[in-house]
């Protein structure tokens, strides 16, 4: 009979004592929520009461934690997770906050595979949040400080527990592009995520596109590079950046003409989009500067006349492009601008050749100076336009003042001086900030 009485005592101190371990664990879910209700707030009293409920939380937990009975129990995993990660996140030394993130990332693997009926998913997606959010602020801080590499395992931690954050993707991306710099494998970590980033909504999505160009180019891989242009440009065919880029890899790798047959193309189903015709200009303007380019580098006279008529050609199709947009759009600032350039050119080209003349060639230096006169003439217009819709542009400033220097004509040669120093000064201004 006292044996029996013995044993019944004895099962009644166990029951009290799993029955306070528990409590504990109450007790820690208690401090825990009143702690999430206090959290952010800006009056200096409840921010106090708010920390000593979270602290109240973890001696709680730490408690369960330790006792067999509680210590493997979904919630205590749930919520130790919640608790640590909230600790990590408040706590702005990195040296105390790296244990407390440790801890945290073990305790929420841990909730995950025990909790097998999803009880406790709120506490987890709370700890996950902070678990990213800590990633994300110690990312920015590598980010920042150049630490590119650590900045891009930071992000991707933080884009692991949030796949479908686009501003994750896209941070993840950017370091790793900058890890590149220094070790090459960062390179396709860059793309791999630049590559899911377009899949989504994210509304950067043609710089991404952009970006992509740039990777593969600097690895050399023209083939890519083109490729990923013209898939960019079909979702986005606004983003004149990308199309830029699509016409310089067309120049450097020799399918220029690729390109050109795509604008045409386009321009047959779309005959009043007039950025098609300026974006057919360009292409031919590129391809007159980069035989004007092989002209000055040709050893033999007649490469460089055959280079010369090619730029002449590429010019006058650029400018009847520029026209065509103009037609379109009179106020077309790019079209204005480009046109008066691909004009000018030539001009500028006989002024030059005639500042080399010997000064016994007077006569001949006249005759050139007048040509160039002339030829400057069509361009002005357009220069002056340009100038008209942004007045404040550096580059537009700096065309129309070229053609005031290049003008020889002595009846007006005061007054042209005149213009030319008076953009000087404008230009001047607005470098400066004064302008603006």
């Known amino acids: 009979m006292k044996m029996k009485l013995l044993m019944t005592c004895l099962l009644g101190i166990a029951s009290v004592a799993a029955f306070a371990q528990k409590g504990e664990l109450k007790d820690a879910q ?15 009293a409840i921010q106090l ?13 730490d408690k369960a934690s330790t006792n067999e009975k509680t210590a493997t129990m979904p919630q205590t995993y749930a919520l130790k997770a919640a608790i640590y990660s909230s ?25 995950k595979e025990v909790d097998t009926k999803n009880e406790f998913k709120k506490l987890i997606d709370d700890a996950n949040i902070n678990l990213a959010q800590y990633k994300l602020t110690a990312g920015v801080k590598d980010y920042q400080n150049k630490r590119y590499d650590e900045a891009y395992k930071e992000f991707d931690y933080y884009r692991t527990i ?3 954050d686009t501003n994750a993707i896209y941070y993840t991306a950017l370091s790793a592009g900058n890890a590149a710099d220094k070790d090459p494998k960062y390179y396709q970590y860059a793309l791999d ?15 991404a596109y952009y970006d992509m160009t740039t990777i593969y ?7 890519n590079a083109l490729k990923i242009a013209a898939e960019g440009i079909e979702k986005f065919p606004k983003y004149s950046e990308l199309r830029k880029r699509e016409i ?13 047959s795509k604008i045409q193309a386009a321009i047959t189903t779309d005959p009043k ?22 002209a000055g580098k040709a050893k033999d006279d007649a490469t460089k006349a055959k280079e010369k008529a090619t730029a002449t050609e590429n010019q006058g199709k650029a400018a009847d492009a520029y026209k065509k947009a103009l037609e379109i759009d009179p106020d077309f600032f790019e079209a204005n601008m480009n046109l008066g350039i691909t004009l000018m050119q030539p001009a500028l080209d006989v002024f030059n050749a005639a500042q080399k003349l010997p000064s016994t060639a007077q006569k001949q230096y006249d005759a050139e100076m007048a040509k160039s006169d002339k030829m400057l003439e069509p361009a002005k217009p357009y220069l002056q336009k340009a100038v008209d819709l942004k007045p404040n542009d550096v580059n537009a400033l700096t065309n129309l003042r070229n053609y005031y220097r290049a003008k020889s004509d002595p009846a007006h040669a005061a007054e042209n001086k005149a213009k030319a120093n008076e953009l000087k000064q404008k230009i001047d201004a607005v470098n400066s900030g004064g302008g603006k």
């Open 30 to 44: 208690s401090a825990y929520d009143n702690y999430a209700t206090l959290r952010g707030q800006k009056v200096a």
């Open 49 to 61: 009461q708010s920390k000593k409920s979270l602290g109240d939380a973890k001696t709680s937990i």
């Open 87 to 111: 600790l990590a996140v408040d706590d702005t030394v990195a040296t105390t906050s790296a244990p407390l993130f440790a801890t945290a990332d073990e305790a929420v693997k841990k909730a």
């Open 162 to 164: 949030l796949p479908d």
């Open 193 to 207: 995520n630049y590559k899911k980033l377009v899949t989504t909504k994210y509304s950067g999505a043609p710089k």
């Open 217 to 223: 180019l600097t690895t050399k891989d023209t083939t």
């Open 248 to 260: 310089e890899i067309a120049l450097v790798s020799g399918k220029q003409a690729d390109v050109v």
């Open 273 to 294: 989009n007039k950025d098609l015709y300026y974006y057919l200009g360009l292409t031919y303007s590129q391809v007159a500067d980069a035989a004007i380019a092989r």
